[in-house]
């Protein structure tokens, strides 16, 4: 550092004040957001809360738990989150681990076909119609069988059975006898722990926040996510500001709308915030699989 020339040292100033600046953007609306969940409702919609709550008040969240559409919808979330998250985990390893196999004949033509569905694909009419003449229309099945493979994690799955595992460790199984089964199970899965914890980070954010699907295939409000139960919110809100505060009533009901949107917006969120910096990582791990290693 003590050898670098001025402008060097000129350059990182500016890298580092270029970071800084992005960050601000990025970071401010989330503090936004949190300040004025916690701020009278009257203040935000009046300009005057930036970085610090105005008024405290829980108001918001009171009415998020009293509110049994949002607890409901919460739960969905968290079902539809586990259940397709275990789902898509199985069955891309299913797809994954024979792919990685050199003994696997017409394995380059398989992958070829997959990699084909990530270029074209049926479209939303005929996908909707499939679903329909399976019978799953307004059911959670809906919303995690359409999409229960992503091509691209399958790819990297292989990837990283191929370049992280030594296939002299498979073939040394398979002559102690060990099946294939046997080999997944005991070999292979204990050594991809790294590639298995990024791919449930990556399916289980997806459907944590999907909405269009629930969009499309649900119509019993009892069954919408989360995520479609805050799309209405604001949406909601956007129409009662629009139409203006013409009495009181209308007026305290603008103003509830307002704190349960941005209450609503920090609950929605609160575990992919929580859980992010311990799992970064995990992320990290997963652009760098693949990649070439000098």
Not at 9 to 25: E, N, S
Not at 194 to 201: D, G, K, T
Not at 255 to 270: S, T
Request: neutral net charge.
């Amino acid at each position: 550092m003590g050898n670098q020339s001025f402008g060097d040292k000129l350059f990182g100033w500016g890298v580092h004040a270029l970071l800084t600046l992005v960050c601000i953007v990025v970071l401010y609306p989330l503090v936004f957001v949190l300040v004025a969940s916690f701020s009278s409702p009257d203040a935000v919609m009046r300009g005057e809360v930036w970085l610090w709550p105005k008024d405290l008040t829980w108001v918001g969240y009171r009415k998020i738990i009293q509110n049994n559409e949002i607890l409901t919808g919460y739960a969905n979330t968290l079902l539809y989150t586990a259940v397709g998250t275990t789902i898509n985990l199985l069955l891309s390893i299913a797809a994954a681990y024979p792919l990685s196999r050199k003994d696997l004949f017409g394995r380059n033509a398989i992958s070829a076909m997959l990699v084909l569905t990530m270029f074209f694909s049926g479209g939303m009419v005929p996908t909707y119609l499939l679903v329909k003449d399976l019978g799953m229309l307004n059911t959670m099945w809906a919303l995690i069988v359409p999409g229960a493979v992503s091509v691209y994690n399958v790819l990297i799955m292989r990837t990283f059975f191929q370049n992280g595992i030594p296939y002299e460790m498979q073939e040394a199984a398979a002559i102690d006898g060990c099946t294939n089964i046997g080999m997944l199970i005991r070999i292979v899965l204990p050594l991809s722990m790294p590639v298995i914890a990024v791919m449930i980070l990556f399916y289980s954010v997806g459907h944590w926040n999907a909405y269009f699907s629930a969009l499309m295939y649900l119509t019993d409000r009892d069954k919408y996510p989360l995520q479609l139960i805050l799309r209405e919110i604001l949406i909601q809100g956007q129409m009662q500001e629009m139409q203006g505060v013409g009495d009181n009533v209308h007026a305290e009901t603008v103003m509830q709308g307002e704190a349960i949107k941005y209450a609503v917006v920090i609950v929605a969120n609160l575990p992919v915030l929580l859980l992010y910096p311990f799992l970064q990582k995990y992320f990290v791990k997963g652009v760098m699989i693949g990649a070439v290693k000098g």
